[in-house]
């Protein structure tokens, strides 16, 4: 069973940083994408950002475009998303999953193919 486990969450200012980290149990090159979504409180879960690890592209919804960073380190088996700017709309639980296929599952908000998730990690966001 792979795990996922999320960290990096908190409180900040809006305007400020933070840096996701999703830490996988095995070779994250074992799975097609590695993505993030959030889920704000009262409203659906989102999908934030992808990277493939086949050629390293990347996906991020418009709502983060310009702000946000998915980053990936090989050797801690570790995808990272590097949250700049941030604003209160951006408060939410984040989590982490691995994908079977492209990014598309991601893109479009939905999960099919997205087999193992992490429990999530909140960041709060204010004003």
């Known amino acids: 069973q792979v795990q996922l486990v999320e960290s990096g969450g908190g409180l900040v200012q809006a305007g400020g940083s933070l840096r996701l980290a999703c830490a996988a149990s095995?070779?994250?090159?074992?799975?097609?994408?590695m993505g993030w979504y959030r889920q704000a409180p009262g409203k659906q879960r989102e999908g934030v950002s992808c990277?493939?690890?086949?050629?390293?592209?990347?996906f991020y919804s418009d709502s983060v475009k310009g702000r946000f960073t998915i980053s990936r380190d090989n050797d801690k088996n570790t995808v990272y998303l590097q949250m700049n700017s941030i604003q209160p709309e951006d408060t939410a639980v984040y989590y982490c999953?691995?994908?079977?296929?492209?990014?598309?599952?991601?893109?479009?908000?939905?999960?099919?193919?997205?087999?193992?998730w992490g429990k999530g990690t909140l960041v709060t966001v204010s004003s």
């Open positions: 095995e070779n994250i090159f074992n799975f097609n994408v």
């Open positions: 999953a691995t994908g079977r296929y492209r990014c598309t599952p991601i893109q479009e908000g939905l999960s099919y193919g997205m087999d193992y």
């Open positions: 990277i493939s690890s086949s050629d390293g592209s990347t």
